[in-house]
């Protein structure tokens, strides 16, 4: 029986740069292909060849044959006729994906109005159907929302509605749940293995995410800078990789990473002290004092704990639960409205008089690597600007500290010249960590640090600031929404959830036995290489 | 074709501005000048001189040849001393339908006269009083004698309103739809747009307005006017262009007759201060200019070349009088000999006298001169030019009856109330013979005296004159008998269509 | 119920608003040179009848009382009387603001359309022949003197062709845009190139956007997907530009209104400026900032119908 | 960062006219305030290249000089209200709070103002000339630019690289020059190009209205104005400054498309 899909020599152009390189593989009817790779390999623009959804610049070669169809060779009109219908998409950042001036349900329904005679009522409760299908609660008000009124998760559900609504046969799924919380792309996950179990849908997953397409797929492909690297059943793929790129994508994910042992810390007065500290957004308007209230939203309610000298603390948490406004107070990009932070004993004042001094010992890097640095503003002044500013050396030695700097962060003295948007995004948060240390700081704030970039990547980030704080004895204050990073680099950890603190206590202890069940929700839900598919 | 078109697209036109009436018989003029009051004594500019003479008939009344013929006054007789007239009215209604009588001539032109609010007084300085002798007789009674004082009864602000009316509405009366005794009465007012007048039934002359009614309709920009009446939306054009008067004639539809005017152009110094209190920087000032060749450019031929400083169409204009010609070396001479060599003057203009600007620049710092060009809006050039803050500017002004007598007192005396047109000339001799010229009765001897104030005015150049241009009105071909008198008035009662 | 909320407080924040306006309106009058009267008895009046006049109109009590007067009146819904007519401003307002609104309404009619099509265009091949062509034209449509080109067009539709009117307003809605054509016209020609510059710029921003490889994706193909998805997208931005330049338009007509005779609102103004008729000046500005603010809150309003996400 | 050829086109055309307007006494033919009454409204001549107007002055050599007036207009008449307008925007959008709605509220004060009137009442008051342009100009144009910079220093303000440059504990006025202005230029740059324009153009419609720049000067607007009435006799006094003035339009305009695709940084 022949495959349902088959790609043969696929190779895409644009212009020099070659896209995806003689590429080709099948799928069989009702099979699940898992294509794994790190941003920039060409997994998504094979993906998208097999729909020919690409720029008119795009020079495509090879053949791919759907059902016996020629796709490359097939006219647009053809082609609509095959698209949403027979082969459907779900993509990264459904927020982004979905037309955010129409309704939920049009835009479910927009499949069906365009290959089905359906009509009116008639698409209206298909479309309802479809909703629920993909276990979203509350379907009538879902249809009527707008994409901006649904969490990240339920669009992503809301645009798998859209794409099973044709019943196709080939589902594609580009990186449909990298955007999301754990425990989202969990569930996430489970839906899509499910459905197709109870659709039938053959599917191709697209992922840089091993441990995700494990949960999915039977078979996989890792592509490698636009090459097929190897190819294979992802059981075995992940027992014994042959080529030594799968082998670093293997031991470089999160759950095969060797749990380093953090240096244990002196039980001495803490360095930081954090008393009953509640921060809220907005509010305090006229209005709100008129009426005795204090208004606005909470977004931090009483949170407490404190941090030893040379401790590593790790705060998880899904989106919206608070963790980077708690770390942000403590560098006074937000004011506290109730409570107190004390460094080493004595009240401090991220905005008031003295910042600068208590800035100096205090640094935060950011998430995402492009935004925290200056456009227009080549690294090598980036890293050099605090230095100038506070006059921490004299002029002269600033390029050699500069220098230094760089190297201690593994980047290469020649990008020095480069602005932030030349550089890949792990070069970026290098800089961002050298512009951070170049204050010499005692305490360093990682607010997400490692959740933008791939799993190699994230692996070297981590490396280097385990040894940074080796090295410099750096106190650590992690945020993440990624257990696996905090289990892996930090003493102790706080669990949050919606503002607040709802676990605490030594890293080994909230693992192995988490007091709570939200706890324990967020530790299933880390994506395993070794976990049975769903 | 295109013809029909344009036809069809005028008749449009016609029918949506003269609501309603068929656009033949509607007579529609666009001026520059605004209407902005309606009250005769209220206002001397322009626009509302044009619209009151519709509005207010007085007791004489000019024919298109420009002669004073009898109006509501049918018939007159003037005392040997020239110090009381008597006026025997005819049977006149205003358009409210009751009787003009006697009451209602006295009233309106003690107003005139008397009424501390009137614009325009001069005229009727001489007057003692006017009285009604009985309802169809009234009495001008003088303080001295007015040589002129019968032309008088003719100009603007003679206009005869409805005693009743304005006592019993005061400033009410003015507000839209006055009453009136002219040839027309007020349809529709639409201020700062256009004044709609109507025949009025009652007017006094049998058989006129030969025409329903007409509009006068403010547009400011030259331009727009010549489109308008190019396409036939207009039936005059009130100040046409020099350099548009060739182009105008030739587009069939359209004529452009120059008509006579009283008006005079002429460079204005300000005699009370430096450097134009100086007689000599004067003279250097008006042999720096080649007049001819400016009047050429400027008028494009088309203006006298004006050698007095009154209007050449004026009675006892003197010919012979001629101010300093041509001769920039000698002007240069004047100024270097008075030490005024490269002294600064700054010249005012209002827009209209952009190019008229540029020559005097030029030809005065050839001369010697350092000028200066300042733009001003009209509003603030009447009010630096009465208040005195300037130094040279260039205007014109007009007189409204062939009689010298309000203009030498408007020009050149100092005492007459507008410091001869604010430029501060006074020569106490002119101001003499200006008062003496008035009451004297005897033309040769009057000629004589007025001769005399053009000789001396002209030589001490209270003004510059710059050239006597004709009116320059655009008229359609679909009407016939519509003029501009001198005296600022349209014909539009003689206006009729030609079929 | 909410947005009716959202007017009313607008309605309340534009109450100061009118209040500076009329402060800095008044002021400016106060500090013109020239004198109104001088203006309308005329050439020939005395120094005498002047001061007289101008005393009767108060024009010579301290400012501030002038000031507190006017503002007096205003508050009972007085904007006063106009110094050369005597007669209210709030009738020449009247008379002249449904003019100026008909003009710009009309030039609002026969500037969309070519916008969009324009724009739309031009989008379709960034770069292309045609996008280059709109735009060369568009800034030179940009660059001709409104004043100029409109001399141009009305000798050449309204004497040559004698195809419109080249002046005034009419009677009947049909006259009305027969005489406004030519006015309506000659502001278009400026205005189109802004906005579609704008809008051809909103499109391409949002035809590379995902959810229209999201649409592609369904198979609704490229019309069905620009349609649907990336004009309502693109829409929006142009829609701001689009509230200033109404604004603008509402003021800024004074030379098409000059040019071809129209008797609205910008010739009022000029005219009032040039005859110092403080009182129309300001009622008349009043009048123009009362519409802007109105205008800029419909605009709110309506992107807010578009946009769900803009909460008004 | 790599020329557009829009931009070049564009920086050429002005350039171009930036050479005309220094090297005008070189290329004038004649006199441009020489009046010469043998020679009123002569046809484009080799005497002449673009004729003579109503008092006798070379149009070419008068739209040669007039260059240099349209180039002072256009630039002066937008640096003022850019800096002003900058200022207040970027203060306003980066610090927020009571500055911001201070400011805003002057805006929307002179947001509903009829641009045009208040450029005309205020030219009244102060009386026509350039000088007085520029000064109504600065009052009115900030506006627009104040809007612009406000927008994206709001968007700027919340950006990480600036929550970083605070966290490294650098000064409000550093950050704003350093890290915020650089970033939210490129807009306002864009704006003005297309501000220049209109401004030039304002210049010859207040000249249409009687209170633009006082005669003699040879500038395009007033000679437009002057050549109005010649429009059918003489065509050449008001065509060949109208042609300039699009010329320049032209020049800026396509400068600002060609800036505002330099100025975007591809990733």
Partial sequence: M???????????????????????????????????GESGSGKSVTCRALMKLLPSVAKIDGAITFDGDDILGASEAKLNTLRGKRIAMIFQSPASHLDPLMRIGDQVAETLRKHTDLKGRAIQDEVLRLLDVVRIPDVQRCARAYPHELSGGMKQRAMIAGALACKPDLLLADEPTTALDATVQKSVLDLLAELRRTQGLSMIFVSHDLGAVARVCDDVLVMRKSKLVETGKIRDVIENPQHEYTQMLIASHPDRLRLHKPQDVARAAPLFEVKGVQIRYGGGSILDSLMGREGGFVAVKGASFSVQRGEALGIVGESGSGKTTLARSLVGLVKTAKGEILYE???????????????????????????????????RDAIGEPLRRHKLCSPKDIPAKVADLMQQVDLAPELGDRLPAQLSGGQCQRVAIARALAMDPRVLIADEVTSALDVTLQAQVMDLLIRLQKERGLTMIFISHDLAVIRRLCNSVIVMRQGEIVEAGPTADVFDSPTQDYTRTLIDAIPRLDAAPA | ????????????????IASGVMAQDVVRIASPN?????DPIASAAAGNIEAFGQLYARLLRRDTSGALQPALAESWTVSKDGLTYTFELHDAKFSDGTDITAQDVAFSLNRVAKDEASSYPAAFVPVKAFTAIDDDTVELTLEYPSAPMLSYMEIFNAGIVSMDDVQARGDEAFLTTPVSSGPFMVEVWKPNDRLILKANPYYWR???PKVAGAELIEISDDNTRGSMIMAGEIDANRGVPFAQVDEMNANDGVTVPLEPSTLIYEIMPNHAVAPFDNINVRKAAAMALHREAMVKAMTLGKAVVANSTLPNALTYYAADVAAPSYDPAAARALLEAEGALGAEVTLMVTPQFEQAATLLKAQWDAAGFKTSVERVDPGLWWDRLTKGEYQVTVNWWYNETEDPDLAVRWAVCGTCGNKSYYTNYNNEEVNAMVEAALREQDDTKRSAIYGEIQRISTEELAQIPLYYPPFANAYSTRIKGLTLTPSLQWTLEEAEFVE | MKSLRFIVSRMLQSVPVLFGVSIVTFLLMIATPGDPIRLLVGVRASEETIALIRDRYGLDDPILSQYFTYLGNLLQGDLGASLRFKVPVSDLVGQFYPVTLFLVVYSIILILPPVVVLSVWSAKRPNGLADQVIRVLGVMGLAIPVFWMALLLARFFGVTL????????????????????????????????????????????????????AGMSKGLGEAQVFRTHVFPNSVLPTLNLFAVIVAYLLGGSVIVETVYAVPGMGKLMVDSILARDYFVVQGATLVFALTTIVVMLAVDLISGLIDPRINT | MKMSPMFLWGAGLVALWGVIALAAPMLATHDPYAI???????????????????????????VIYGARLALYIGILGVIAPMLIGMAIGLTAG?????????AMRVVDVAVPFPFFVLVLSIVAVLGPGIENYFIALALVGWVGYARLARAEAIVLRSSEFVMAARTMGFSHPYILFRHVLPNALSPVVVYMMTDVTLVILFGAALGFLGMGVAPPAAEWGVMISEGQIYISTAWWISFFPGLAMVLIGVGFALMGDGLAKMLRIER
């Fill in chain 3, 162 to 213: 004698g195809w419109f009117p080249v002046s005034g307003f009419g009677d009947t809605f049909i006259e009305h845009l027969h005489h406004l054509f030519l006015p309506a016209l000659s502001t278009a020609i400026w205005v189109i190139p802004i906005l579609t510059r704008n809008l051809r710029s909103a499109l391409l921003d949002e035809m590379n956007r995902d959810y229209v490889l």
């Fill in chain 4, 94 to 102: 980066y610090f927020g709070g009571w500055v911001d709605s201070i």
């Fill in chain 2, 206 to 208: 049998e058989g006129y």
């Fill in chain 1, 345 to 379: 004993g004595s009240p401090a004042e991220p905005t008031g008089r003295n910042r600068a001094a208590y800035l100096r010992d205090v640094q935060l890097v950011y998430q995402h690597p492009y935004e925290a640095l200056s456009p227009r503003i080549c690294i």
């Fill in chain 2, 34 to 38: 605004k209407v902005t009051v309606l």
């Fill in chain 1, 2 to 36: 022949n495959p349902l899909l088959s790609v043969r020599n696929l190779t895409v152009r644009f212009g020099e740069t070659t896209a995806v390189d003689d590429v080709s593989f099948d799928l069989p009817r009702g099979g699940a292909l898992g294509i794994v």
């Fill in chain 2, 1 to 16: 074709m295109l013809n029909s078109r344009r036809l069809a697209c005028a008749t449009i036109v016609a029918a949506s």
């Fill in chain 4, 36 to 62: 010469d009454f043998e020679a009123l409204l002569q046809a484009p001549s080799a005497q002449h290249f673009f004729g003579t107007d109503n008092v006798g002055r070379d149009t070419f050599s008068r």
